[in-house]
């Protein structure tokens, strides 16, 4: 075990982690000062690991000694005959403290804490009784929320990391978009990146790839390793390739309304299933669905539901996928609304409106040159609250039609 904390902690000799700055990492550094235990919560593959390592590069610039920080993946296989047993924690703490000899208040990071069982039980007990700053990382949401507020209530701050925004991916590039003046001088590489953030999403491993195909066998490998290794152990799914199956089949219907008896039938499972497993889809960050708007809770909980997905890079391995820009631009534009307001819906009668949010209507439409297009995305505004602000967002259009914003998607994303 001594070796294996030693090569997942080369900070202790002085390494400092190079990496791409996340902008989620001011708010964890703000945390870091307090008694509370910190969770970082995201989809794998988001970066969660490298922001968690970016806190160690602040805490040494701080003066916090390098041993007092450790850092543990507990994925590492050689920790796999012990996940059932949340005692062995306990055994790896013990072996650091003798390894590292740390003086003062320590810093504990468990990286994917969820591939141990009952962790919580361990963290709690340390929490109570030792000077520890704990961090852990993990891709589930119930087990970060629910399951550890459970056992301590009150007493957790949550960072939450998606794969990187339009934003972030344009600093990677070195894009100046800081001004209106930075952008008009950037606006060719401003359109490219749009096209490639939209096609492509933001998996740092999926657009550092120049080869579509290997993008395309990454994107793929990142959706079986979420399903094989967050979902079927953590429930207990037995019919492991139907779950497999219905993944993909949602993929290719993405931003459309779901229909759960339809989806009964073509997999042969109860409405009940299809609900639970798109619940878990949820749960680790692949999926989510979107509520129709009503004034009642208890109706828009039982609305249709739309279903979006968390990273746009997913839409390329679709079983039935078409270049669709305007199902691209559409799922992108939800994912940035969702981050602004979780209680985003969706509104629709004899008209459409494909969100509400920020006490806002949205729009999408990835081009409204066509009449007809213009006159039905633009028509179906003054159906649903007439006085409130509305937004058609486009690929690149920007105008003022009868006091309806139009926005091409960065003039959206910069609003």
Known sequence: MKNILIEQNPHWQGTIYASVVRHQLKQLISYLPTRQIITISGIRRCGKSTLAKQAINHLMKQGVNPLNILFVNLEQPFFLEHRHNANYLNTLYDTYLKLANPQGKTYVIFDEVQFFENWQVFVKSKYESSDIKFIVTGSNSSLLSNDLNTLLSGRTLEVHLNTFS??????????DFSNEIARLNSRIAIERAKEEYLTWGGFYEVFTEPKELIKKEILLAYARNIIYQDIVPRYGIRNSNELERLFFYLLSNATSILNYSKLADTFALSDKSIKEYIGYFEDVFLLKRLDRYHTKAKEKIRSSKKIYV????????????????????ENAVYNI??????DVTYMRDKYEIDFYACAKLYQVAYEIEDEKTRKRELGAFNYFMPKSE???VTFEHNELIEGIEILSFDGFVFE
């Open 166 to 175: 339009f934003e972030e991916f344009l600093d990677y590039k070195e894009i």
């Open 310 to 329: 968390k990273d746009n890079g997913f839409l390329q391995i679709a079983p039935k996928h078409s270049k669709n820009s305007g199902t691209a631009l």
């Open 337 to 342: 609304l969702y981050i602004k307001d979780k």
């Open 390 to 392: 509305k937004v058609l």
